[in-house]
């Protein structure tokens, strides 16, 4: 979270972050595991077959081990972080790719889970807004539920909602009174900060 932590504004502050399910990396786990079975058993043959020296073939697994270890230092440095004011999206290892989504640009939020990604608790999310990429697509997403009501959260929230700057009066007040008829704040809550707006005229 350090690289992160430098990309947050004045009084911003992280909500949620999540990160690609491990399911992603089974495929390249797999394989790089095969290759190394392999040279194993092909070291075991040659020590057999035409010692001493044959054993430093173990070396070739430096490969397939060093390749696994940069899929999962990949894997672990691509962050989508939800905070206050936007979603982060991090990628890239050494050099970085960051991208940026207002909450106030987020018009519609669709989450898919097949079968096994209700098993295994993974599933894909597009966050529709409008931005010029309009729809971002995050595939294999951990505890997509959990990212979804956090998006959700701080979308609608009414703190948030209130302080967006140059925002015009009358369309906060209307956004403030959907908050109020879908129960997101009290009569009284509204109330208040509709006090508060017209104090702003």
């Known amino acids: ?44 043959l040659g020590v057999l077959l035409a010692p001493p020296w044959t054993w430093l073939g173990l ?64 599933g894909s999310v597009e966050v529709i807004s409008g931005s010029e990429s309009g729809i971002d697509i995050f595939r294999r997403l951990a505890d997509p539920i959990e990212f979804k009501k956090a998006l959700l959260a701080q979308k609608d929230s009414p703190d948030r909602t209130t302080q967006e700057p140059g925002g015009d009066v009358t369309d906060l007040i209307a956004e403030l009174d959907e908050l109020r008829q879908k129960g997101s704040i009290t009569t009284a809550e509204f109330e208040a900060k509709k006090q508060q707006l017209l104090a702003r005229i």
């Open 59 to 122: 070396l070739l697994l430096i490969g397939p081990l060093a390749h696994l270890a940069l899929q999962i230092w990949n894997w672990w440095n691509r962050q989508y972080i939800i905070t206050d004011l936007r979603l982060i999206q991090i990628t890239g290892t050494f050099n970085k790719r960051v991208s940026d989504t207002l909450l106030t640009k987020i018009n519609d939020i669709v989450m898919e889970q097949s079968a096994l990604g209700r098993l295994l608790d993974f």
């Open 1 to 44: 979270m350090n690289y992160a932590n430098r990309l947050l504004s004045n009084d911003e502050h992280v909500v949620l972050v999540a990160r690609d399910h491990w399911i992603v990396l089974l495929l390249t786990a797999l394989v790089d595991i095969a290759i190394g079975i392999v040279i194993v058993g092909l070291v075991v």
